[in-house]
């Protein structure tokens, strides 16, 4: 495959895990980089634009840095997040959308509604604004593929799958680094011991919700607009090996599983190539030597996942408040704040005083999105 078979790319979160993949990758396929684009300005997001030096460079928060950024890439730098999701609107482009949070919904919308293939690693596109997400695509004409390593099991398992054979889906979990602990060793976890994550290197607050499960939680709200499956039909499997990525089952009893060795570069490559497959370097796959094992989670044990599917099943701007009062609750155990079981309480606490409504546009989300964040911490200073 060509450099100009393929679209060019708009990656946003460049500095980042899945961006950094991704151009990666990119390079290996030859790839044209049409935009790069990051939450802050840096020596590393400099670096990159100076790689690549026909690409649009947006910088949401430039800071201090917005001279030094203008000055060395003139006209091709755009500030502000309103640059992000104007790039993310070219027609004609893939959209990698590696943001961390909130603030990556709205490039999805933009790249949705202007028919673009959207390549989505950004999992509060969903868990906040499902439901917007839902109607752009439906009205823009543009493509969802997901890069979750989850998601993309179960894109490729529904290939060529009728909706209606659907029974349900099972997303595998690794359990995180306090598997099999009981309620009384999580209330004396330590911010060291909980971002010590058994299979990937993340982000301090991605890791917090491994070790939770509530980045689970956020995975099941997103397989439901993702592939319009009731969460009575969603189900989570603990799976330490990481190895068989997510299962289908289908009315006829048929399962079907993707397997692989842990590697985000695979669902990136094929979120840009799709439906074409291209040859790549990796390591080939065998399961000699790997004991598989799976086993139920305890939503006593773990009540971040119970909470994901209550906010699920209420829907609307519930789940966007599931997300903001985690966001908090994460950030004050990071700081030693709140314990490590008190984050489940205040995503709770938030949940309860929410009353949900269908959001109609992304101030409808970012007004639960505010709303939630005043309540997790009126939660935190209550606690005792």
Not at 127 to 149: F, N, R
């Amino acid at each position: 495959m060509g450099r100009h078979s393929l679209r060019p790319l708009v990656v946003l979160g460049a500095t980042g895990s899945i961006g950094g993949q991704t151009l990666e990758v990119a390079d290996q396929l030859n790839a044209p980089i049409h935009a790069i684009a990051a939450r802050r300005g840096s020596d590393e997001l400099l670096a990159i634009a100076l790689r690549y030096r026909e690409a649009t460079v947006c910088v949401s928060d430039p800071g201090d840095q917005r001279d030094r950024f203008a000055s060395e890439l003139g006209s091709r730098v755009h500030f502000g997040p309103g640059a992000l999701v104007e790039v993310s609107a070219t027609p004609g482009c893939t959209v990698v959308n590696g943001i961390v949070g909130a603030a990556g919904l709205p490039s999805s919308l933009a790249a949705l509604d202007a028919g673009n293939r959207l390549a989505l690693a950004n999992k509060e596109s969903l868990v906040a604004g499902g439901p917007l997400v839902a109607e752009a695509l439906a009205k823009g004409g543009g493509e969802l593929i997901p890069v979750d390593s989850e998601h993309a099991a179960i894109y490729h398992c529904l290939n060529g799958e009728p909706e209606a054979s659907i029974d349900r889906l099972i997303l595998t979990a690794s359990g995180g680094p306090f598997r099999g602990a009981t309620k009384e060793e999580l209330g004396a976890v330590t911010v060291s011991q909980a971002l010590k994550h058994p299979t990937w290197s993340m982000g301090p607050r991605i890791t917090i919700d491994s070790a939770t499960l509530m980045n689970k939680a956020f995975e099941v709200i997103e397989a439901h607009y993702l592939f319009g499956i009731d969460f009575d039909d969603i189900g989570v499997m603990v799976h330490p090996q990481s190895i068989v990525h997510s299962f289908v089952e289908f009315r006829d009893g048929i399962v079907k599983a993707e397997l692989g060795f842990p590697d985000m570069k695979k669902p990136i490559q094929y979120a840009i190539t799709a439906p074409e497959r291209v040859s790549a370097v990796h390591q080939p796959f065998s399961l000699a030597g790997h004991d598989l094992t799976f086993e139920d989670p305890d939503p006593d044990v773990f009540p971040c996942l119970r909470l994901g599917y209550e906010a699920g099943r209420i829907g609307g701007t519930a789940t966007a408040v599931l997300n903001a009062a985690d966001e908090v609750a994460v950030a004050a155990f990071l700081e030693g704040q709140i314990g490590f079981t008190d984050i489940a309480a205040v995503v709770e606490s938030a949940l309860d005083r929410h009353d949900s409504t269908m959001p109609h546009g992304i101030a409808d989300v970012r007004a639960a999105d505010a709303e939630a964040r005043m309540y997790a911490r009126e939660a935190i200073h209550e606690l005792p």
